[in-house]
């Protein structure tokens, strides 16, 4: 079945309208009984753990490029295209945060410090919690990523201070969602493929879909 925009569209109002409702002090209830401390052991920017893409939203590439003097080749890259159109044009949705050659992030330490710590994305500064709509009739939950630090003591300051951020972070991304969708255009001719990223890009033109609209990349 054809994906069908207007209903995504639908969705997602309904989905940020509960989102806007959540209770702060309930979300950081629920952290508090899982329980979280960083231990600063940098598994979360590194390949060797698992996957460690991190999907970048225009303002978020803005405030990087902004604070540290860098482009936008040397902060992003396209994700992995999902789409092929009747012209060989690849279109993918949203950036992701560049790696380096070993898959390990660019902004990750020897000391396993961040180099961008103050402007660091939504998915870092909540790591290792997120918030999903596991059913679309329910209030989203709760979920949590594999990480050392689960299962410690944390106060309730931090809680709470960690629950806007996660708050935050779910209008944020369904908010993106929306305005990716409303500029979305051509839809109809694209085909779904699976494409192998590890052979590279060469030869393709990229359609990147975000919030600003599209641009085009040629390798």
Same mark, same amino acid.
């Given at each position: 079945?054809?994906?069908?925009?207007?209903?995504?569209?639908?969705?997602?109002?309904?989905?940020?309208?509960?989102?806007?409702?959540?209770?702060?002090?309930?979300?950081?209830?629920?952290?508090?009984?899982?329980?979280?401390?960083?231990?600063?052991?940098?598994?979360?920017?590194?390949?060797?753990?698992?996957?460690?893409?991190?999907?970048?939203?225009?303002?978020?590439?803005?405030?990087?490029?902004?604070?540290?003097?860098?482009?936008?080749?040397?902060?992003?890259?396209?994700?992995?295209?999902?789409?092929?159109?009747?012209?060989? !044009?690849?279109?993918?949705?949203?950036?992701?945060? +560049?790696?380096? @050659?070993?898959? =390990?992030?660019?902004? $990750?330490?020897? /000391?396993?410090?961040?180099?961008?710590?103050?402007?660091?994305?939504?998915?870092?500064?909540?790591?290792?919690?997120?918030?999903?709509?596991?059913?679309?009739?329910?209030?989203?939950?709760?979920?949590?990523?594999?990480?050392?630090?689960?299962?410690?003591?944390?106060?309730?300051?931090?809680?709470?201070?960690?629950?806007?951020?996660?708050?935050?972070?779910?209008?944020?991304? !369904?908010?993106?969602?929306?305005?990716?969708?409303? +500029?979305?255009? @051509?839809?109809? =001719?694209?085909?779904? $493929?699976?494409? /192998?990223?590890?052979?590279?890009?060469?030869?393709?033109?990229?359609?990147?879909?975000?919030?600003?609209?599209?641009?085009?990349?040629?390798?």
């Amino acid at each position: 079945m054809r994906f069908n925009i207007l209903a995504a569209l639908n969705d997602l109002k309904v989905k940020i309208s509960m989102a806007e409702k959540l209770s702060i002090n309930e979300i950081a209830k629920q952290v508090i009984s899982i329980g979280f401390e960083c231990m600063w052991c940098g598994e979360c920017c590194r390949a060797r753990s698992g996957d460690n893409t991190v999907i970048l939203f225009p303002d978020e590439i803005r405030l990087i490029m902004d604070s540290n003097g860098m482009t936008p080749h040397k902060v992003c890259e396209p994700s992995i295209p999902q789409f092929i159109d009747n012209s060989g !044009i690849l279109h993918c949705f949203e950036w992701v945060q +560049k790696r380096h @050659g070993n898959g =390990d992030c660019i902004f $990750i330490r020897a /000391d396993n410090t961040c180099g961008i710590y103050q402007q660091r994305p939504w998915i870092c500064s909540t790591y290792p919690f997120f918030l999903s709509f596991t059913n679309v009739a329910a209030k989203p939950d709760i979920m949590v990523s594999e990480c050392k630090g689960m299962g410690r003591p944390m106060d309730e300051e931090y809680a709470i201070k960690l629950a806007k951020l996660l708050k935050g972070r779910l209008l944020a991304e !369904i908010t993106e969602e929306i305005r990716l969708l409303e +500029k979305l255009e @051509g839809f109809a =001719d694209w085909e779904p $493929i699976k494409f /192998d990223s590890g052979k590279g890009y060469q030869g393709y033109t990229i359609a990147v879909h975000d919030s600003c609209g599209m641009i085009y990349i040629t390798d």
